[in-house]
């Protein structure tokens, strides 16, 4: 369980009793639910990593809502994008493993996270890992009642495929761009879990290849 889950939940459990005592006692359960309700929303499961290389996975729980072929800088990447309801879970994770080489964090609107405007629109963090010779972005967006977004790591630090990395609390929305070369593994409407679902297989580099085969036929492998 995410430690915000206690901030929320422990003053409404305190408070129960006094708006017991200042009302009438059956007014107490709401505060009660809501505590539950924080409580059950903050959950952390633990999740099963895949090892195969190149798997991408999801950064969070969720509907696969849009894939689409988009340019960053000049780059070709695939995006797929995932919106996170109330009640999935919120925690995010790397979607590879990698080192940390970018954060920027975009002030901005807090449309419905569903519509294909608030991927450029809305406050986001966005984040770029590089790993096996790949640049993989990811974006964790506001939505409507998302106001707030916790990322945990710093540029430079290394991070694990599914490693949990950060967090968006109440309705989100989450962005993966990864080079054109990979393939994409799922649909739209497709139901994925954060750090488990595998989105897309990401190429061997042919550079890296090349590199390896010369290096075995020189004797240093």
């Not at 807090?110 to 966005?126: C, D």
Request: hydrophobic content about 45%.
């Amino acid at each position: 369980m995410v430690r915000d889950a206690y901030y929320y939940a422990i003053p409404l459990l305190a408070a129960a009793p006094i708006v017991g005592w200042l009302t009438r006692p059956a007014w107490a359960v709401l505060p009660v639910l809501l505590a539950v309700f924080f409580l059950w929303f903050f959950r952390d499961p633990e999740r099963l990593i895949p090892n195969t290389p190149g798997s991408l996975v999801s950064p969070g729980d969720g509907k696969v809502t849009d894939i689409t072929d988009v340019v960053q800088d000049g780059t070709p990447y695939h995006r797929i994008s995932i919106f996170l309801s109330v009640f999935d879970v919120h925690v995010n994770r790397s979607p590879i493993a990698g080192i940390i080489k970018k954060i920027r964090y975009q002030e901005g609107k807090f449309l419905n996270a569903m519509g294909a405007s608030s991927a450029e629109e809305n406050e986001q963090n966005i984040v770029t890992v590089e790993g096996d010779g790949h640049t993989v972005i990811f974006k964790q967006i506001a939505g409507l009642l998302a106001r707030r977004i916790v990322f945990a790591k710093k540029v430079g630090d290394p991070v694990s495929r599914g490693e949990r990395v950060g967090l968006i609390k109440f309705g989100s929305r989450v962005d993966v761009l990864f080079p054109a070369s990979g393939t994409v593994q799922v649909t739209i409407g497709d139901r994925v879990k954060g750090g488990s679902s595998v989105l897309g297989q990401l190429r061997s580099e042919p550079q890296l290849i090349a590199a390896g085969t010369q290096r075995r036929s020189q004797g240093e492998i």
